[in-house]
């Protein structure tokens, strides 16, 4: 008989999947409990399932884990990159982020950047991931799995998740939602949905899914351009999705959910950062209540990037803080992000996995890399 993968798998598919073992309907819930709050690895660690229950439960069913594979510690501030191998080899990064401690709040939040996919299709000129192609979805198990082996490398309880690691959420939809809705959960990790973040490269079909589903979820949109010819440039997406295109769907999300998105602005010098970007912005915000982030280019010279993505540039740090500057004078909310992880690659848009696929059957001894 083939083994069920039970990670990822909700409390309802849990129950259905007990059942058809024979077995009533609250071992369902012990599963849930183990698997998803206690983060166990293996049937063995149930200790309140009795031995006949995790014998049946061991011919028929398996609990996946990622393998990890490598920790980098940066030394200037503390962030984590964890490579994990995949059930098929492949192999996604996920960043642990610790607040800047000058943050309100700091001393309780830490933030886990999770993948959606390993690489993405998307190609936006910008973005280390881009350059790996697409090689599949992730599972909701596997997005979950992400949190459960980062809390056991963290000093305290992961409060907070954002989905802009690799790969483009609105891509793995069902995933990415089914992930949220377990994560979430009460009765498993309890991140509450005003701590999860997901962005998007933009796609607005789905932009307005997530309002008429009524997600409670944050949105982010990486926006980088309020101009339709240069966001094209920077993202191939926009030739699906125009700029008027997003801000309409954005618009339909904040008259029906009242929840105000947060625009992701890289800022490139010359390119994005004039005052005629300022002025677009302006009125982009009259339109739609939001915040924004800005976001430091962080260098992609490692992959080689040539043509147009050669050119790109980020704004030195006192025209970013201008234009930061500009922003709040209208009234708009804005945060200046820091570069957390840049020395170990681990800043946004820098997660690119080299070994695409290893054949290695021995298992790597994990390394700590401390930068
Ligand atoms: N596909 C999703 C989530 C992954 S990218 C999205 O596009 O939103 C997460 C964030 O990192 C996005 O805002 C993206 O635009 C940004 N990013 C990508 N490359 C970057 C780089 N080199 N420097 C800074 N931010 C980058």
């Given at each position: 008989m083939k083994k069920k993968s039970i990670r990822g798998l909700s409390l309802k598919e849990l129950q259905e999947f007990v059942e058809s073992l024979g077995e009533k309907k609250y071992r369902a819930t012990q599963l849930f409990s183990w698997m998803y709050a206690k983060g166990a690895q293996s049937f063995d660690e149930m200790t309140d399932i009795s031995r006949e229950f995790r014998d049946v439960l061991e011919h028929s069913a398996r609990v996946d884990n990622l393998e990890l594979v490598r920790k980098s510690v940066s030394s200037t501030d503390g962030t984590i990159k964890f490579l994990f191998r995949l059930i098929d080899d492949l192999m996604i990064e996920s960043v642990l982020i610790p607040p800047e401690e000058t943050a309100p709040g700091a001393d309780r939040r830490l933030t886990l950047c999770l993948s959606t996919q390993v690489g993405c299709p998307l190609d936006c000129k910008f973005c280390a991931t881009g350059t790996m192609g697409f090689l599949r979805n992730l599972t909701a198990g596997e997005i979950i799995d992400q949190v459960i082996q980062a809390q056991r490398h963290?000093?305290?309880?992961?409060?907070n998740l954002v989905y802009m690691g690799m790969g483009e959420p609105m891509l793995n939809y069902e995933e990415v939602m089914k992930s949220v809705d377990i994560l979430s959960d009460d009765r498993s990790l309890n991140i509450g949905t005003k701590h999860i973040t997901i962005s998007t490269a933009g796609y607005a079909d789905k932009i307005r899914q997530m309002a008429d589903e009524d997600r409670k979820v944050k949105l982010a949109l990486s926006l980088h351009s309020l101009d339709n010819e240069k966001r094209t440039q920077l993202m191939p997406i926009t030739k699906k999705h125009s700029v008027s295109d997003l801000i309409e769907s954005l618009e339909y999300y904040y008259r029906k959910t009242r929840r105000r998105p947060t625009f992701e602005y890289i800022l490139f010098d010359g390119f994005n950062d004039t005052k005629e970007d300022i002025k677009k912005f302006v009125t982009l915000s009259k339109r739609i209540p939001c915040k924004v982030n800005i976001i430091p280019f962080h260098s992609i010279d490692f992959t080689g990037a040539s043509g147009f993505a050669a050119t790109l540039k980020p704004t030195p740090r006192d025209r970013m803080e201008q234009f930061a500057q500009a922003l709040r004078e209208a009234n708009i909310t804005v945060m200046v992000r820091s570069s957390a992880g840049e020395d170990i690659e681990?800043?946004?848009?820098q997660l690119a996995v080299e070994e695409k696929k290893s054949k290695a059957k021995s298992k790597p001894a994990i390394t700590e890399t401390l930068t």
């Open positions: 963290a000093e305290r309880r992961i409060t681990a800043a946004c848009g």
